[in-house]
């Protein structure tokens, strides 16, 4: 249908619905937890320290990046946690066996990666199935294998070129943030510039609308998990390499601190909505916040606290926002 004359297909701009997107919003409270660490502690405005830390809570950063398709998709992905311990387990026990140390590193990405392809797989042969259910099962079958390959045990002596991934610089910055800043802007530009972050989008807003219009349903659904994992096993290498050893219990906790930055972010746990800067943005947030409440020995519970009302108003906002914007249109509508 050609176009009238005189009108736009187009929404038109606005500098208030572009200021008062969530992105900005968690920009602000990521301004302001700046602002209140420094006014509480002297020593949390020193830019070394500002990038050092991020070498201890980057680890976990880079399963945000697929986790965020996988809501996105609207679905989700509990096993992470125990996909980085399987797969740093093997890689731990296959250099131990004399195995060199790239090729074991290679098998940690590949026993990850083939732990999400599984999460994948039953979940596009059983669709009665809810993800929650099928990725808490796999949770629990993951960790299990890993403690019965090592037990209690730990094991280490990785090469000391290992130690450059979790602890040298590139250049300024610690390997770590570049590695991570690369894949984020990858999984950027996958998400938001091509074909198929379009397809996840769409999955997760009208999962059966795509599937009679042809999306690849089940074949995004697979390559998101097996991302998720791949992405899994990247955490056990950086995770193993700053810890020096690995045990069968690391990375627990990891799904919940995954998913809440995700959630923080501003993308839907209802799928079809979201963007990766704000998840990007909540792994710094939820990293700075923890770095400057641990300088004043904020007890661990007590921020754990603060995540959760954090988390609460993340959700919380867009509702009343919606609220607010309803209410506003029917006083309008009846003025």
Request: glycine share 10%.
């Amino acid at each position: 249908m050609e176009q009238s004359a005189g009108m736009s297909l187009e929404r038109p701009f606005s500098w208030k619905g572009f200021f008062f997107q969530w992105e900005w919003i968690l920009f602000l409270v990521f301004i302001l937890i700046h602002v209140v660490m420094a006014s509480l502690s002297p020593y949390y405005l020193n830019f070394s320290n500002l990038v050092d830390t991020t070498m201890t809570f980057l680890d976990k950063a880079f399963i945000v990046l697929p986790m965020a398709y996988v809501i996105i998709m609207g679905e989700i992905d509990i096993s992470v946690g125990s996909t980085v311990a399987l797969s740093a387990v093997v890689m731990g026990l296959l250099h131990q066996a004399g195995m060199p140390m790239p090729a074991a590193m290679l098998c940690c990405l590949v026993v990850a990666a083939a732990c999400g392809f599984l999460n994948g797989y039953i979940l596009v042969k059983f669709p009665e199935l809810a993800p929650m259910i099928v990725t808490l099962s796999t949770m629990i079958i993951y960790r299990g294998i890993a403690l019965i390959l090592l037990e209690d045990q730990a094991v280490g002596k990785f090469p000391l070129w290992f130690e450059y991934l979790g602890w040298e610089y590139f250049g300024p910055i610690p390997f770590m943030l570049f590695a991570f800043l690369v894949c984020a802007l990858i999984f950027g530009l996958v998400l938001h510039k091509t074909t198929f972050g379009r397809q996840v989008y769409g999955i997760g807003s009208n999962r059966m609308a795509c599937v009679f219009s042809g999306v690849p349903v089940d074949r995004v659904r697979v390559i998101v998990y097996t991302l998720t994992g791949l992405m899994a096993g990247v955490t056990a290498l950086f995770l193993t390499s700053r810890m020096g050893s690995t045990r069968p219990n690391v990375a627990q906790g990891y799904e919940l601190d995954v998913i809440a930055m995700v959630v923080l972010g501003g993308i839907s746990t209802a799928g079809g909505k979201g963007r990766l800067i704000g998840a990007v943005l909540a792994v710094f947030t939820f990293g700075y916040l923890r770095f400057g409440l641990g300088l004043r020995n904020v007890s661990a519970q007590a921020i754990m606290i603060i995540i959760g009302l954090l988390l609460i108003v993340a959700v919380a906002i867009p509702n009343v926002r919606g609220m607010i914007g309803r209410y506003l249109t029917k006083r309008k509508n009846s003025a």
